[in-house]
């Protein structure tokens, strides 16, 4: 069970900071070694539907930070990253996100680091652009 981030917009800090969520995998494949930086599918989708259940609203990076520029900051936001590239993403973060319509932001490495069995590819990347909102 996700315990609840803050009870109130009043409750996330003296600056109405804004929580950030940050994953590596999302996935059952778990390399040795990174155990502690995978969760499961299906925790996952529990801890969307958490964040939404509670009021919360996601919100992009570059979202955020126009809308503290404009003066106009996100009471009940939460902010989703996912480093890494991992493959999971394409599999099981991406359709998790469109069901709960929540929207998240993605940091991958260079090109070069893209290959192995457990990162995407450029056709993934590619897929993923396409249906980003």
């Not at 995978?38 to 509670?54: C, E, I, M, T, Y």
């Not at 106009?72 to 996912?82: D, W």
């Not at 319509?101 to 056709?123: C, E, N, V």
Request: aromatic share 10%; proline share 8%.
């Amino acid at each position: 069970m996700l315990e609840p981030i803050a009870k109130g917009p009043d409750q996330l800090g003296p600056s109405g900071m804004t929580p950030i969520l940050t994953y590596h995998s999302v996935g059952a494949f778990i390399l040795r070694g990174f155990t502690p930086f995978v969760v499961r599918p299906n925790r996952f989708r529990d801890q969307l539907w958490a964040l939404s259940d509670a009021g919360y609203v996601s919100l992009s990076v570059s979202e955020l930070v126009r809308r503290r520029l404009a003066g106009c900051p996100p009471k009940r936001a939460v902010i989703l990253t996912f480093d890494d590239g991992f493959a999971g993403f394409l599999r099981n973060v991406l359709p998790a996100l469109q069901v709960s319509r929540m929207t998240a932001t993605l940091y991958i490495g260079r090109q070069g680091k893209l290959a192995g069995p457990s990162r995407f590819s450029q056709r993934s990347l590619h897929s993923i652009r396409s249906t980003a909102r």
